[in-house]
Structures are given as C-alpha cells and as structure tokens.
T-cell receptor, first 119, second 111 residues
Framework: EAGVAQSPRYKIIEKRQSVAFWCNPI?????LYWYQQILGQGPKLLIQ????????DSQLPKDRFSAERLKGVDSTLKIQPAKLEDSAVYLC?????????????????FGEGSRLTVL | GQSLEQPSEVTAVEGAIVQINCTYQ??????LSWYQQHDGGAPTFLSY????GLEETGRFSSFLSRSDSYGYLLLQELQMKDSASYFC????????????FGTGTLLAVQP
C-alpha cells in the first residue's frame, strides 16, 4: 500500500515570496490533515479536511495560509507571503476517519514532510 | 484549550527500560496516542489508549490514567534504533481523529 506522498521535500524561498505544497493521501482515506512542525517542537494542526470539506482550520493563519482539497483526494497548502517564522516542516497526514462511522483510534499516517526555509 | 507536557530529553543505555511521561490538560478527549519520529522522518504511530490501563505492543507499552491526567510510554529492551523523538497526542472530541501533539521527548540510547 502506498503511503502519503508529499512534494517538494525541500524548499528555500525569500521572505514575502509564495510557496505551495502538495499532498496525496493514502487511497480511501477520507480525512486529511496539514501540520506545521517547527524545529524542536511537536506538530501543530493547521487544517483538517473530511473529504473535501473543512472540519477544523482554527489554527490556520488565514491572512497568509490557504489550503484546499479538491475532489476529496489531493490537497495543496499555500503560503503567501511567507515570513521568517514560517520556516518549518509541513507534514501531511491522512486517516480512514469517516464521520460517525469509524471509531477514533488515534492513528494517523504521515508523509515525510516538506521542509521550508524562509530567508 | 488542550496542552500536553513531556520531558524534553531522556537518556538510557542499550538493553534497559525507559519510561517517557506525558501530563495533559483538557476538558475532554477520546484517547491518548504515542508517535515515534526519527530525525528528518515522518511521525509513525506506536500505540493508542482509549481506556485507562496498560496497552502492550511488543517491546512498547503505553499507559493512561484519566483521573491523574497522565500517561506514559514504556520501552523495553532498548535498541540503538529506538533513539528518536517521542510524542504523546490527545484525540480531541468533536472531530474524527483530530490529534493535538505534546512537546516531544528526545530519547538518546547509548551503547
């Protein structure tokens, strides 16, 4: 079974530039997450999708970050304009989770992440 | 809100047993998960406690006490490859498998 795919693996940009990250979840997984992990910290949830609808985006800095999941499969996360403090690894994860149907097991499947450096 | 605290670093020797603690504050949750992350790698799922008590999976065991707002991950027969960061995470109610992660513990296994 193929895992969660993310690209690019590494990206270096200047502040105020824009960047986009792509994620392809495990086939059949209804729930998709984007996490931000700053060096030395735990992953912080940015946004959670259930199919192509947003379940939670309370921690997403909406003035500069946006995300979409068209057709309930792939997702893109965009940052525009980037700030120095956005330097982090952006992790995509997926789970089977279908609202009201799948018991909560606490298991997410993560991709390798996209490491962003903002200069 | 929710918060989870873990020791920042733990050191142990190969073959020993180590316990990584996690204390949390929350108004409600489904369960507590544990993840392992090697440097530069993806977090990988280790264990989940939906109920109080001990869950055992091979060399790893995890424990949850809701009354004490406390859990731990126990690693036995430590191997060098166990050197990694370990995160506890709360499953937040109201959404399917929404996870809030702790601060993480860096485990260094020495020969």
């Amino acid at each position: 079974e193929a895992g969660v795919a993310q690209s690019p693996r590494y990206k270096i940009i200047e502040k105020r530039q824009s960047v986009a990250f792509w994620c392809n979840p495990i086939s059949g997984h209804a729930t998709l997450y984007w996490y931000q992990q700053i060096l030395g910290q735990g992953p912080k949830l940015l946004i959670q999708f259930q199919n192509n609808g947003v379940v939670d985006d309370s921690q997403l800095p909406k003035d500069r970050f946006s995300a979409e999941r068209l057709k309930g499969v792939d997702s893109t996360l965009k940052i525009q304009p980037a700030k120095l403090e956005d330097s982090a690894v952006y992790l995509c994860a997926s789970s089977l989770g279908r609202q009201g149907a799948t018991p909560n097991t606490g298991e997410l499947f993560f991709g390798e992440g996209s490491r962003l450096t903002v200069l | 809100g929710q918060s989870l605290e873990q020791p920042s670093e733990v050191t142990a020797v190969e073959g020993a047993i180590v316990q990584i603690n996690c204390t949390y504050q929350t108004s409600g949750f489904y369960g507590l998960s544990w993840y392992q992350q090697h440097d530069g790698g993806a977090p990988t799922f280790l264990s989940y406690n939906g109920l109080d008590g001990l869950e055992e999976t091979g060399r790893f065991s995890s424990f949850l006490s809701r009354s004490d707002s406390y859990g731990y991950l126990l690693l036995q027969e430590l191997q060098m490859k166990d050197s990694a960061s370990y995160f506890c995470a709360l499953s937040s109610p109201g959404a399917t498998n929404k996870l809030i992660f702790g601060t993480g513990t860096l485990l260094a296994v020495q020969p």
